[in-house]
């Protein structure tokens, strides 16, 4: 059985810094992508940034590049985003998501993820 728990949310001002984590468990790790999604009140679910089964490539939205850093940890198989420059806009439930591909710009479509954290609440107040 997968399980992917997310930890790390919490409430930070405009310009402030936050890193999420994500503990997965149930399936081989290093084999699969892995990515991170956000929802905000009243909008659909997007995409934030995902990694390759390696960690070699990553993929950012337009509106996170160059502020957040998605990262891996094989070993520890868990996965991270660091959230830097934070704007009230970053303001969501970040889910991480568990892809059945392990590299590719497939990994920017939610569609291509089958398991799913519960999310954790970030909130960014101006």
């Known amino acids: 059985q997968v399980q992917l728990v997310e930890s790390g949310g919490g409430l930070v001002q405009a310009g402030g810094s936050l890193r999420v984590s994500c503990a997965a468990s149930?399936?081989?790790?290093?084999?699969?992508?892995m990515g991170w999604f956000r929802q905000a009140p009243g909008k659909e679910r997007e995409f934030v940034a995902a990694?390759?089964?390696?960690?070699?490539?990553?993929y950012y939205s337009d509106s996170v590049k160059g502020r957040f850093t998605i990262s891996r940890d094989n070993a520890k198989n868990t996965v991270y985003l660091q959230m830097n420059s934070l704007k009230p806009e970053d303001t969501a439930v970040y889910y991480c998501?568990?892809?059945?591909?392990?590299?590719?710009?497939?990994?920017?479509?939610?569609?291509?993820?089958?398991?799913w954290g519960q999310g954790t609440q970030v909130t960014v107040s101006s």
């Open positions: 990694a390759s089964s390696s960690g070699v490539n990553t």
């Open positions: 149930g399936r081989p790790f290093s084999l699969y992508g």
């Open positions: 998501a568990q892809s059945v591909y392990s590299t590719g710009s497939l990994l920017t479509s939610p569609v291509k993820y089958f398991y």
